[in-house]
C-alpha cells in the first residue's frame, strides 16, 4: 500500500538579490494508494516544487509528508519520476535503459529479463529494444521513460509534464497509454501538467493550484479517467461535463494570469 | 630607449607591412581571379556533361542558405594541384612539362662587347665571352683570340645565380692604373650610375672600374629557396632509407609521437580526474580554479626555457612540457562534461535507486565521453605543435630537431619535407581521434 500524506507542507528560500519566495503555503494532501492525480496551475505556482519535494529532490522548509508513514529525505526508488524528456541515458540501449533500476540493484540479468521484455512489449517497443534511444522518435523515448520507471516496480509515480514536448497525435496516443498503464498497474500517479485537456482526461482527482504563494485553489473528482481507460479519448470529451468543467477551469486560469500580470505591472 | 621611440617603431613597422601587402595585392587579385574563373569554366563542363537533378539543384534560394553549402570536391582538387603546379613552375620541375615554367636563370654562353678609353682619346673595343653554368658542374674557360687594337678579347665563366668582376685590363695594353677606362659596353654608354642590359646579364661599372656581371636569375626561385617537389621527395625517400645524420627518420618520428603520447597520456590521466573533482566538489573547484584558470591561457611554448632550466633538454623535460600542454585542457574538458550533465538525468537515477558511485560510473563519466574527446582532440593538436617547437630550441632526435638541423647546413628540401610530415601526421592524429570518437561515443551531440 502506498498512501502519500502531505501535511502542512511549505517551502520559502531566499533570492541571491535579497528578499524571499513563498513557492507553497501551507499545502495539505492525501493521496490513497492507486489515485491518479493531476496537477494544474498558472506558472509559478509551486506545482513543480511540490513534485520534486515529492520527489525528495528539494526538502520543504516547513510540514511533513511521509509515504506510508516514512518520512521523505531524499529521492528513492519507491518513488520512481517520469521527466518531461532528455532524461534518458543514450549511452545505452533501449533496453538498458529500462532495465536500469533492476541493474543498479544488482538484479541478475537472467531475472529482471522478463519482466523488461513484457514492460517493453506493454508500451509497444519491443522490436526497438536494442535501439540506442537517440534513434528512437519522442514520442517512442517518453515509452521508455515510463518502461523504465514501471521496471523498477516503485509504489509511487511522479510525472513532470511528460507529454509536454510532444506533438498534438503523440500526446493523445500517450495520453491512453498512460491511462492503460495505471488500470494495469494500479500505481498511485501524481501528473504535472500545463493543458488542462490532459488533466481533467488523466485525472481522476484535480487539483488547481494558485501562484503567490503557491497553494491548492480548488479540487475536483471526475469520472473522465475511469471512462478513458481502453476507450477513445475522442468519446470522452464528448461528454457533457467535460466541456463545462474544461471552461470552468480555463477560466480560473485565466483570472490567476491575469493577476499575475496586472501584479507584474503594478511592481514594474 | 623611451616609448615614444617604441611607437616610432612600430609605426614605421606597421607601414612596411602594409607596403608588403600593398606589393602582394596584385598576386592576390590575380589568385583569386583564377578561383573563379575556374569555377566558370567547371560549371560549363559540369553543366554540358550532366545537369544533375539532386534535391540542392532544385532550390531556387542557395546564396544564404547554409545547407546548399557543400565543400565541392572538384575545388579541393584544383586548388592541390594548383598548388603542386605553382610549385613545379616556380621551382624548373622536371615533373611539369617545360612550357609551364616561368623564365629560369640565364644557362649557357652569351657575349658582350664593350669599348675602352685608354685615357688619351684612344679607343678600342674588344668583346668578352660569358659562360654561365650550373651548380656543381664545372665548366672551362673558353679560350679566345686577343683580337686587335689594345683591349684583348676576354672570357669569364659564371656559376648560375652568382656574379663576377671582369678585370677586362688584365690582358690588355692600357690598364686603369694608367687611366684606361670603359666608356660603353654594347655600344651604351655606361657609368658607375648607368648600368647596361646585355640581353642574358646586367654589366655594372664598379667604383674601381671593373666590371660587373649579373646574368639574369628570370622569376624561378633557387633551390636553396624552394626546392622543386621532386627534389623534396627525393629526401623523403633517401632519408627513409639513409637517415638524415645518423638517425634515421622513423626514429626522428617515433621519438616525437612518444613524447606527444606519454605527455598527452599522463596529462589524461591527471587533468581527467582533476577536472572530475572540479566539476563535483565545491572545495575541489575553489581550490583549483585559481591554478587552471592561470595556466590555461599560458601557451605552452613559453614553458619552454623553465622546462630546460628544470628538467634539460632529455626526455624528461619534454614529456614534462606537453603533460603540462595537455593537462589544463584535459581538466577543463572533464569539468565542462560533468558540468554538462543535465540534471533530469541526474535526478532520474537517483529516482530509479542508484547510488553516489553508480550514478558516477553509469551517468557521469559516460555523459562527460564526448567533451572529453573534444578536448582530447585539442590536446594532441596543442601537444603535436608544442613537441615540434621544444625539439627546435633543444633536442637530439626528432622531427623538429631534423628541420633545425636541416635548415642550419641550408637542406630546405628536407625541411620542407618535415614541415609536409609534420602536417600530415598532424592531420592523421586528428582524424584518427575522430574516428574513434565516431566509434566509442556515437552518441555524441544526440542528447
Given at each position: 500500500m502506498a498512501d502519500l500524506h502531505i501535511d502542512n507542507v511549505s517551502m520559502r528560500f531566499d533570492l541571491p538579490g535579497g528578499g524571499s519566495v513563498q513557492a507553497l503555503k501551507n499545502i495539505n494532501l492525501d493521496i490513497k494508494s492507486g489515485q491518479l492525480l493531476s496537477v494544474l496551475g498558472p506558472s509559478g505556482c509551486g506545482k513543480t516544487t511540490l513534485l520534486n519535494i515529492v520527489a525528495g529532490f528539494l526538502a520543504q522548509t516547513e510540514g511533513d509528508i511521509r509515504l506510508d508513514g516514512d518520512a521523505i529525505s531524499g529521492p528513492g526508488p519507491e518513488r520512481g519520476m517520469v521527466f518531461q524528456q532528455g532524461a534518458l541515458f543514450e549511452w545505452m540501449s533501449v533496453r538498458k535503459n529500462v532495465s536500469f533500476g533492476p541493474d543498479m540493484k544488482g538484479v541478475p540479468k537472467a531475472e529482471s529479463a522478463p519482466e523488461v521484455d513484457r514492460l517493453l512489449e506493454l508500451v509497444g517497443l519491443q522490436e526497438f529494444k536494442d535501439k540506442a534511444v537517440y534513434e528512437l522518435s519522442g514520442g517512442m523515448q517518453q515509452r521508455v521513460a515510463l518502461a523504465r520507471c514501471l521496471a523498477n516496480d516503485p509504489d509511487v509515480i511522479l510525472m513532470d509534464?511528460?507529454?509536454?514536448?510532444?506533438?498534438a497525435l503523440t500526446r493523445e496516443k500517450m495520453q491512453s497509454l498512460v491511462l492503460d498503464l495505471w488500470k494495469e498497474t494500479g500505481k498511485t500517479i501524481i501528473l504535472i501538467t500545463h493543458s488542462v485537456e490532459e488533466a481533467l482526461l488523466l485525472g481522476e482527482r484535480l487539483l488547481v493550484m494558485a501562484p503567490r504563494p503557491g497553494r491548492v485553489h480548488k479540487e475536483y473528482y471526475l469520472p473522465f479517467a475511469e471512462l478513458g481507460v481502453g476507450a477513445d479519448l475522442r468519446e470522452v470529451k464528448k461528454h457533457p461535463d467535460y466541456n463545462s468543467k474544461r471552461e470552468e477551469i480555463l477560466s480560473m486560469i485565466w483570472e490567476m494570469e491575469e493577476e499575475i500580470m496586472g501584479r507584474t505591472e503594478e511592481e514594474s | 630607449m623611451n616609448d615614444s621611440n617604441v611607437f616610432a617603431d612600430l609605426a614605421d613597422e606597421t607601414l612596411n607591412i602594409f607596403l608588403s601587402i600593398g606589393s602582394i595585392l596584385p598576386y592576390l587579385v590575380g589568385f583569386i581571379a583564377i578561383i573563379v574563373a575556374s569555377q566558370t569554366i567547371w560549371h560549363r563542363v559540369r553543366n554540358s556533361v550532366d545537369a544533375g537533378d539532386s534535391f540542392n539543384s532544385l532550390k531556387t534560394v542557395t546564396f544564404g542558405d547554409e545547407s546548399t553549402v557543400v565543400s565541392n570536391k572538384s575545388a579541393s582538387v584544383l586548388s592541390v594541384l594548383l598548388i603542386f603546379v605553382l610549385w613545379g613552375a616556380f621551382t624548373g620541375s622536371q615533373l611539369l612539362p617545360s612550357f609551364l615554367h616561368v623564365p629560369g636563370p640565364f644557362m649557357g654562353s652569351g657575349q658582350f662587347t664593350y669599348t675602352a678609353d685608354n685615357g688619351a682619346g684612344q679607343v678600342d673595343t674588344a668583346s668578352v665571352d660569358v659562360i654561365v653554368h650550373a651548380a656543381g658542374e664545372k665548366a672551362d674557360k673558353p679560350k679566345v683570340e686577343a683580337g686587335d687594337g689594345f683591349a684583348a678579347n676576354d672570357a669569364i665563366v659564371i656559376q648560375v645565380y652568382r656574379s663576377k668582376l671582369l678585370l677586362w685590363d688584365k690582358n690588355d695594353d692600357q690598364k686603369r692604373k694608367t687611366g684606361a677606362s670603359i666608356v660603353k659596353v654594347d655600344g651604351q654608354s655606361i657609368s658607375k650610375d648607368n648600368a647596361v642590359d646585355v640581353g642574358f646579364a646586367r654589366v655594372a661599372l664598379t667604383d674601381k672600374g671593373t666590371l660587373n656581371i649579373v646574368p639574369h636569375k628570370g622569376v624561378q626561385m633557387e633551390s636553396i629557396y624552394l626546392p622543386s617537389p621532386e627534389k623534396v621527395w627525393k629526401s623523403l625517400v633517401t632519408i627513409s632509407k639513409d637517415g638524415y645524420q645518423n638517425v634515421t627518420l622513423g626514429e626522428h618520428l617515433g621519438f616525437s609521437l612518444w613524447r606527444v603520447v606519454m605527455g598527452f597520456l599522463i596529462g589524461a590521466l591527471v587533468g581527467i580526474p582533476l577536472g572530475y573533482a572540479m566539476g563535483l566538489s565545491n572545495w575541489f573547484r575553489g581550490w583549483f580554479d585559481p591554478v587552471v584558470e592561470f595556466m590555461r591561457p599560458v601557451p605552452p611554448l613559453a614553458l619552454i626555457p623553465l622546462v630546460i632550466i628544470w628538467a634539460g633538454i632529455g626526455e624528461e623535460g619534454k614529456v614534462v612540457l606537453l603533460f603540462l600542454a595537455a593537462l589544463w585542457i584535459m581538466a577543463i574538458a572533464a569539468r565542462s562534461g560533468v558540468s554538462g550533465v543535465r540534471i533530469t538525468k541526474i535526478h532520474a537515477a537517483y529516482s530509479l535507486g542508484a547510488s553516489k558511485t553508480q550514478i558516477l560510473r553509469h551517468v557521469i563519466i559516460p555523459n562527460s565521453l564526448p567533451e572529453i574527446f573534444t578536448g582530447a582532440r585539442v590536446a594532441m593538436g596543442v601537444c603535436w605543435g608544442t613537441v615540434v617547437a621544444a625539439e627546435l630550441v633543444a633536442a637530439e632526435k626528432g622531427i623538429g630537431k631534423m628541420i633545425v638541423a636541416a635548415s642550419k647546413f641550408q637542406n630546405t628540401e628536407i625541411v620542407i619535407m618535415g614541415i609536409i610530415l609534420i602536417g600530415v601526421i598532424g592531420f592523421a592524429i586528428d582524424v584518427g581521434i575522430r574516428l574513434l570518437e565516431k566509434y566509442l561515443v556515437p552518441w555524441k551531440g544526440k542528447g
Open positions: 509534464e511528460p507529454l509536454g514536448a510532444l506533438d | -
